[in-house]
């Protein structure tokens, strides 16, 4: 029961920590993560709860006890016993009891000094048995050599391992959400950085033929709005943002600066700027500035594309080697058997 109630501090004191900011977690920060570690962290603590309950803690006995056997008149079950309030060790109750792998031989050079005191509460315990020689029940002595025995049967740790297994599984779900939401950021990031140079190239080309720069963004925004692509393309949807945000009736510097912070890449910054200046300071220099810039943003996309080649060969060298080795044992083969045969 304790252990359930510590999960539980612990649980909404890590969350409630962590919303007060005094410990900060990145793995925390992502709202649908966070949500799937409660639910699961939760459920699995209540239902280890559940469990630890309907099979209880362990009994113990202070004045001895008799175990009821089967009816094929065996028993068997392990239990912790102290002496004097001491811990002894465990006894492990079998009925009929095991043959021991010893001789008698063996047995009669044992000396008391050797052995064990669980050994010693073993021998004892089945003594005092043949004592009682009852058919029915198996008995626990209330006394050893003088001195008070209590005996413990350990309870299910069912519940408790339930509970650690949840929680366990809430962090794993919780850590694989971040790396999630981080892969998902990275593709983003490759994908602005791949789609700019084209994006500069059709703007620029829509300014130099004499749209504004207003028309020109909304013209980019239709175009891909007819094209509906299955997948996606993260710039364009954010151009699309700029426009629906102009109509609702924010000024255009405000929707460029907004575009740049949400690409958060310093290329599209640098674009947001450039047409922040242009409204500022008139187009005077705005056509020579965006091709400019879209020769730049060629020149980088073309070294990318080196870069991501030369990591593709680089990925295709463990692949060849085993062709290669494939290949080889299938000369190499024949030719053994066909030398030695």
Known sequence: MAIHIILFVLIFGTVGIWKTGWL??????????????????????????????????????????????????????????????????????????????????????????????????????????????????????????????????????????????????????????????????????????????????????????GMPVRRAFQKIAIDYSKKSPDQKRYAYEEIVRVCREMDSGISEAEAYRRFGERCGQIKYKTFSVLLIQNLQKGSRRMAELLEKESMEAWDERKRKARVLGEAAATKLLLPMMMMLAVVMAIIMVPAFLSFYG
């Open 24 to 209: 900060r977690l990145e793995v925390l920060d992502d709202k649908k993560g966070r949500r799937l570690f409660l639910a699961v962290a939760l459920a699995g603590n209540i239902l280890g709860l559940l469990v630890t309950l309907e099979s209880g803690s362990g009994s113990v006995y202070s004045n001895g006890h008799k175990l009821e056997k089967s009816a094929d008149g065996t028993y068997e079950e392990k239990f912790m016993v102290s002496v004097e309030g001491e811990p002894a060790g465990n006894v492990h109750v079998q009925v009929p009891e095991k043959e021991g792998e010893e001789t008698d031989e063996d047995s009669s050079e044992k000396t008391a000094e050797n052995e064990t005191v669980e050994q010693r509460l073993t021998d004892a315990v089945v003594l005092y048995n043949e004592e009682k020689n009852d058919p029915d029940y198996y008995y626990l002595p209330a006394k050893w050599e003088g001195k008070h025995l209590e005996w413990e049967l350990p309870g299910d740790n069912s519940g408790t391992l339930l509970a650690a297994l949840s929680l366990f599984a809430a962090l794993t779900v919780l850590v694989r959400q971040a790396q999630e939401k981080q892969e998902a950021g990275k593709k983003r990031a490759e994908q602005l950085l791949m789609d700019y140079p084209g994006l500069v190239m059709k703007f620029t080309l829509l300014v130099q033929a």
